[in-house]
C-alpha cells in the first residue's frame, strides 16, 4: 500500500532513491519538519502509483468545530462527502440553542465544494459535558419533543444543512425507547424536507451490554430509523484513562462484528480518530490526564526525543515512549498503518463510511492514503 517503515540510518534522500519518488513529495505528503529528521519505526506515506488497492465506493465524514482554521477546513473538504459541524444543544424545555462561534462561512465553504453539511445535535450541558438530564427532559414531554424538532428543521432549512447527526450520550436505560422514538420523528421531519438523519452509536459489543454508555442505545432500531450510523470506535485509550491505543482494531473489530449482526452494513460509518494521546507515567487513575496530540506531532515528540516508534501487532497501532524533564511518557496515536488496518476493516464487512474524529488538524497522509483505498461517494 505504498507505507515504508523507517529502518535504523535511513534518510529521506535515501528513502526517496531506493522508493523512485522524489524527497520534496516524501516531505510534502508526510509533512516532515525541516530538517527532515526520521524516528526509527516511523511508518511513512508513498504513493503507491497504478499498482495501488482495488477501490470502492465511501462516504467520508468530518466532524468540526466553528473554530477549525479556514485553511485545515478548505484542505480537508475535497476529501469528504460530509461535514459534520459540532455542535447544536438544547435546553430541558427543547429550546434549540447555536454554536458559540458562527458556522454560516463552514456551510458556505462545504457546499461550494459539493460536500453536504450536517447539523450535529448534541445534549451538552453548560460544563461541556453529556448531560442525560437534559436528554431525559425531552424525550418524556411531547411538547419538548415538538419544539426541539421544529426549531431544528427550521434552521436546516434557513441555513442550508442537508441533514441532522443525532450525538446522544449516556442516554438512561428507562429512557431508551423514548429516545428511539424521539429519533423516528426527528428522521421523520428530515425525510418531510429532503434530508437526512444519522445517529451516533457508542462501541457496543453485545444487545443486553451494561452500562450507562449503552443500555440507551437500541442497535437494531435505530439503525432502521437512521440513513446512517456513526461507530464511536474509539476511546478505549483517552484523557483520563489508561495508557493503551485509542482504538485498538481488535477491540473496533467486536463493535463491528455486533453492529453488522444488527444493522444494514451498508448504513453504516466506522469511527476513526485523528488524534493521539500523550500520558505522564505512571498512570493513576483520578489522577494521570493525558495530553491529546495530532498524529503528525506525535512523530515529532519521537524524533525530538530520540524515541523509537513501536507497533502493536493486536491493537494494529503505533506507540512509544520517552522520558523529558525526568518523566517517563507514553505516546499511543494513529499512522498510515493503523489507517490502513482499519480501511481494511471497512472493507471486509462492506461499511458504508468512515467518520472522523474530529477533522480539526490536518494529516495529508491519511486522505492520500483514503484516495488510494475508495472512490469519495457525494450525498
Known amino acids: 500500500m505504498g507505507i515504508y517503515i523507517v529502518q535504523p540510518y535511513d534518510s529521506v534522500d535515501g528513502i526517496a532513491a531506493v522508493s523512485g519518488i522524489s524527497a520534496e513529495t516524501i516531505i510534502y505528503d508526510n509533512q516532515l519538519v525541516y530538517p527532515y529528521g526520521l524516528a526509527v519505526g516511523q511508518a511513512l506515506y508513498l504513493p503507491s502509483g497504478p499498482e495501488g488497492a482495488v477501490k470502492v465506493p465511501l462516504v467520508s465524514n468530518g466532524y468540526a468545530y466553528p473554530y477549525i482554521s ?8 475535497p476529501y469528504l462527502s460530509l461535514l459534520s459541524v459540532f455542535s447544536y444543544g438544547f435546553t430541558f424545555e427543547g429550546e434549540l440553542l447555536f454554536p458559540s462561534l458562527d458556522d454560516d462561512w463552514m456551510i458556505e465553504m462545504a457546499l461550494s465544494q459539493g460536500t453536504s453539511p450536517i447539523l450535529t445535535l ?10 442525560n438530564s437534559l436528554i431525559s427532559s425531552v424525550v418524556r414531554n411531547p411538547q419538548y419533543t415538538q419544539t426541539l424538532i421544529r426549531q431544528t428543521v427550521a ?3 434557513e441555513k442550508g444543512y442537508r441533514g441532522v447527526d443525532i450525538d446522544f450520550e449516556f442516554i438512561l436505560a428507562e429512557d431508551r425507547d423514548l429516545f428511539t422514538e424521539f429519533v423516528r420523528q426527528m428522521a421523520d421531519a428530515m425525510h418531510s424536507i429532503g434530508c437526512t438523519l444519522s445517529v451516533a452509536l457508542a462501541p457496543k459489543t453485545s444487545a443486553d451490554q451494561p452500562g450507562v454508555l449503552y443500555e440507551g442505545k437500541d442497535y437494531p432500531a435505530l439503525g432502521a430509523i437512521a440513513d446512517y450510523v456513526l461507530l464511536m470506535t474509539y476511546e478505549w485509550g483517552y484523557k483520563y484513562g489508561p495508557n493503551m491505543a485509542v482504538a485498538p482494531l481488535n477491540k473496533v473489530r467486536e463493535v463491528v462484528q455486533y453492529a453488522v449482526s444488527e444493522i444494514n452494513p451498508g448504513k453504516i460509518h466506522l469511527g476513526i480518530p485523528n488524534y493521539g494521546y500523550d500520558w505522564p507515567l505512571p498512570f493513576v487513575r483520578g489522577v494521570t490526564v493525558a495530553r491529546t496530540i495530532g498524529n503528525v506531532e ?3 515528540i519521537a524524533i525530538s526525543n530520540g524515541a523509537a516508534i513501536l507497533y502493536d501487532e493486536t491493537a494494529q497501532s503505533p506507540y512509544f515512549r520517552y522520558t523529558l524533564d525526568g518523566i517517563e511518557h507514553e505516546v499511543w496515536f494513529e499512522d498510515v498503518r493503523s489507517i490502513q488496518a482499519k480501511f481494511g476493516l471497512i472493507k471486509e464487512y462492506g461499511l458504508q463510511g468512515a467518520g472522523y474524529w474530529q477533522i480539526m488538524r490536518w494529516w495529508r497522509a491519511n486522505w492520500l492514503l483514503m484516495e488510494d ?3 469519495l461517494v457525494r450525498r
Open 155 to 157: 434552521v436546516v432549512q
Open 122 to 131: 448534541t445534549p451538552l450541558g453548560p460544563n461541556g459535558q453529556f448531560n
Open 373 to 375: 483505498n475508495f472512490y
Open 298 to 300: 506525535a512523530v515529532q
Open 70 to 77: 479556514r485553511w485545515v477546513l478548505s484542505q480537508t473538504l
